[in-house]
């Protein structure tokens, strides 16, 4: 691991039509925007070509999930159980969920040919009543439903997010349908005056309400709000609530939603759940979820997060333990916690308007996402520590494989969240080289945009009404072009000083007014207007908070979005023995020919136990 330098899917078929106390932020589908840049295109089109294979590969071949399937179906009779993990089935439907995302961008008819082979399978798996879960299928169908920790209701989760993402991109429904009797079986034994439920692990509720936006059948929003409401009542029973050193706050089960304020447990259970609840808010206009979610965001945020955007400081619970305890080695910060940090930010974004859910989203995406996998596309990281003395290097795969599919359905879409709309507006989230069409009450504009972000600030936008028309233009100014480090104060810029974003129409300076972290640009837009927006991006020296004591007497270096590191492989005196000074000035170099080009920042250092002669060496550092 680099050591670190402290010595929606948009919707698909109906849209949601309602938000909590705000216009609804609708994201434009990763579908209708065109990558073109060298940054995040490189990455999408490395997990089509490379991480995809790699997950069907380990999914089909070199370890036994597919042929679990295939005995459930009576399809394969070896006389064997089944293999792996009792959640392995997961693993297949995000592989699946990526493969359908890839499949959209990058068509591939031998690829498409071997993901419908598995659906086949996966079909030909499901009980005639709907239920579908290999091991309980081939270790006991009459122990279904009785551990809340096992996960049928998390792969059933994750099976309807596959199977609604491979209609989208292929228009074949079989494993949609699959999905579609899954959750008509839930809604059968679970809900007001059926059985009590808490599931497991938090992701059926927000997979559900994809399902509802997708058929416009209530009944799958209904069931999504019931799972949540059954939080923190007592009802748990299973592994994580026998566990003494588990117990309800693992799973978020220790309160009420209404109740809740303090992030605990396991990181990606919670992002999940939150999600979820963001996503059941939108539609049912609930204010006491969207004020749940505000206060435990700032929890998270002020609280509880790493420089990188990662979440989740123990091993121990994959998650969290109290506030401020941050250490660097002992991190853990799940690539998967980070994917999840993604996906709740969004949905805050969506109902708030606010920026600052996008600035987090940024850090999580950038830094602790990007981390988990290698620009290779084949090697992945599960736990992501900031500090590392023992030479960690990302793996093929994992006994539990998580994360490599969830990275892989996330850059695989990552179009999602450039770019969204209400009726009227237009809002640029993540900046990138791209081409998108926007669909307005009164008018469709298509966008071009160029820039070298996240290396530079400068964007250049151009726009094409079909007809002249009013609206605005909502650009995400970041924070940390703002001398903001992070909402909330838990990181601060040690230099304060940042010249302000310029922003022209048509080359000629334009006065905006900055409302929620947004630059607005209100208009009557022609065919042919450009917009240039400058962004200063200054390499900042990073402080934590005194709280954080783990961070006292440290520095980190950030430039624009991207946190920096000190690796050994570019330091050959060491990374251990460094002292940067406040008055050392840091310099900026673009390394075209390394790691497919990025900024090096590099200064003197001094040596915390001094050399001989003692002399200074000038160290580099690399983005995280």
């Known amino acids: 691991m680099k050591p670190f330098f402290i010595p929606s899917i948009a919707l698909m078929f109906c849209?949601?039509?309602?938000?909590?106390?705000?216009?609804?932020?609708?994201?434009?589908?990763?579908?209708?925007?065109?990558?073109?840049?060298?940054?995040?295109?490189?990455?999408?089109?490395?997990?089509?070509?490379?991480?995809?294979?790699?997950?069907?590969?380990?999914?089909?071949?070199?370890?036994?999930?597919?042929r679990n399937f295939e005995r459930a179906a009576g399809l394969l009779n070896d006389g064997k159980g089944h293999e792996g993990i009792y959640y392995d089935d997961s693993d297949v439907y995000k592989a699946l969920e990526a493969i359908a995302y890839s499949l959209k961008i990058y068509p591939s008819s031998q690829v498409e040919k071997r993901a419908d082979e598995w659906i086949d399978k996966i079909a030909a798996a499901q009980e005639p009543d709907g239920y579908i879960n290999t091991f309980y299928t081939l270790t006991g169908l009459e122990n279904?439903?009785?551990?809340?920790?096992?996960?049928?209701?998390?792969?059933?989760?994750?099976?309807?997010?596959?199977g609604?993402?491979?209609?989208?991109?292929?228009?074949?429904?079989?494993?949609?349908?699959?999905?579609?009797?899954?959750?008509?079986?839930?809604?059968?034994?679970?809900?007001?005056?059926?059985?009590?439920?808490?599931?497991?692990?938090?992701?059926?509720?927000?997979?559900?309400?994809?399902?509802?936006?997708?058929?416009?059948?209530?009944?799958?929003?209904?069931?999504?709000?019931?799972?949540?409401?059954?939080?923190?009542?007592?009802?748990?029973?299973?592994?994580?609530w026998d566990n003494p050193a588990w117990g309800p706050r693992y799973c978020q089960d220790d309160q009420p939603i209404e109740a809740i304020s303090h992030i605990t447990g396991h990181a990606v259970r919670a992002m999940y759940f939150y999600t979820g609840v963001a996503d059941v808010a939108s539609y049912t206009k609930n204010t006491t979820y969207l004020n749940a979610m505000q206060r435990v965001w700032e929890d998270v945020v002020h609280k509880n997060v790493y420089?990188?955007?990662?979440?989740?400081?123990?091993?121990?619970?994959e998650g969290f333990t109290k506030s401020f305890d941050l250490p660097n080695a002992e991190a853990y910060g799940e690539t998967c916690a980070s994917v999840g940090m993604v996906f709740w930010n969004q949905r805050m974004n969506q109902l708030t308007g606010n920026a600052m859910y996008i600035d987090v989203l940024e850090r999580s995406l950038f830094n602790g996402a990007l981390a988990g996998i290698s620009l290779t596309g084949d090697r992945f990281f599960y736990p992501n520590p900031l500090t590392s003395y023992e030479g960690?290097?990302?793996?093929?795969?994992?006994?539990?494989?998580?994360?490599?599919?969830?990275?892989?359905?996330?850059?695989?879409?990552?179009?999602?969240?450039?770019?969204?709309?209400?009726?009227?507006?237009?809002?640029?989230?993540?900046?990138?080289?791209?081409?998108?069409?926007?669909?307005?009450k009164n008018n469709r504009v298509k966008l071009t945009q160029q820039t070298n972000y996240p290396w530079e600030g400068s964007v250049s936008l151009l726009l094409e009404p079909e007809h002249t028309g009013e609206f605005a233009l909502h650009l995400r100014?970041?924070?940390?072009?703002?001398?903001?480090?992070?909402?909330?104060?838990?990181?601060?810029?040690?230099?304060?000083?940042?010249?302000?974003?310029?922003?022209?129409?048509?080359?000629k300076p334009t006065q905006y007014k900055m409302v929620n972290g947004y630059a607005i640009v209100h208009n009557t837009w022609k065919k042919g207007d450009r917009v240039d927006i400058r962004i200063p991006m200054e390499i900042k020296r990073v402080l934590a908070s005194d709280s954080v004591s783990q961070d006292r007497g440290k520095v980190a270096l950030q430039r624009g979005p991207l946190v920096y590191c000190l690796e050994e492989a570019d330091n050959a005196s060491g990374i251990f023995n460094v002292i940067l000074k406040d008055d050392v000035p840091l310099l900026e170099t673009w390394e075209p020919h390394l790691l497919g080009g990025i900024y090096t920042l590099s200064g003197e250092v001094e040596a915390v136990i001094p050399t001989p002669d003692r002399a200074s060496a000038t160290t580099s550092v690399q983005p995280f």
């Open 164 to 240: 609604i993402a491979y209609y989208y991109a292929t228009g074949k429904n079989k494993l949609m349908n699959v999905g579609i009797r899954m959750a008509d079986h839930m809604d059968s034994i679970f809900g007001p005056g059926k059985r009590n439920w808490v599931t497991g692990h938090q992701e059926v509720e927000l997979a559900l309400v994809k399902l509802y936006e997708a058929t416009g059948n209530k009944n799958y929003l209904n069931l999504a709000n019931w799972f949540i409401s059954q939080r923190g009542h007592g009802y748990g029973v299973g592994r994580i």
């Open 307 to 317: 420089l990188t955007g990662a979440i989740g400081s123990s091993r121990h619970n």
């Open 15 to 66: 849209g949601i039509t309602c938000a909590v106390g705000q216009p609804l932020i609708r994201p434009i589908h990763f579908s209708e925007v065109i990558l073109d840049d060298g940054f995040w295109k490189t990455y999408a089109h490395k997990v089509s070509e490379v991480t995809v294979p790699v997950c069907m590969e380990y999914t089909e071949a070199k370890t036994g999930r597919i």
């Open 477 to 507: 100014i970041p924070g940390w072009a703002r001398n903001d480090a992070i909402s909330g104060g838990l990181y601060r810029f040690a230099n304060t000083e940042t010249p302000d974003t310029e922003i022209r129409i048509n080359g």
């Open 392 to 440: 960690d290097t990302r793996k093929e795969w994992f006994g539990t494989a998580c994360c490599p599919s969830n990275i892989a359905r996330l850059l695989a879409s990552v179009g999602n969240y450039l770019y969204a709309h209400d009726e009227h507006d237009i809002w640029l989230n993540i900046y990138a080289g791209s081409k998108t069409t926007v669909s307005l």
């Open 144 to 162: 279904r439903w009785s551990d809340m920790e096992k996960h049928e209701d998390y792969c059933a989760g994750h099976l309807i997010e596959a």
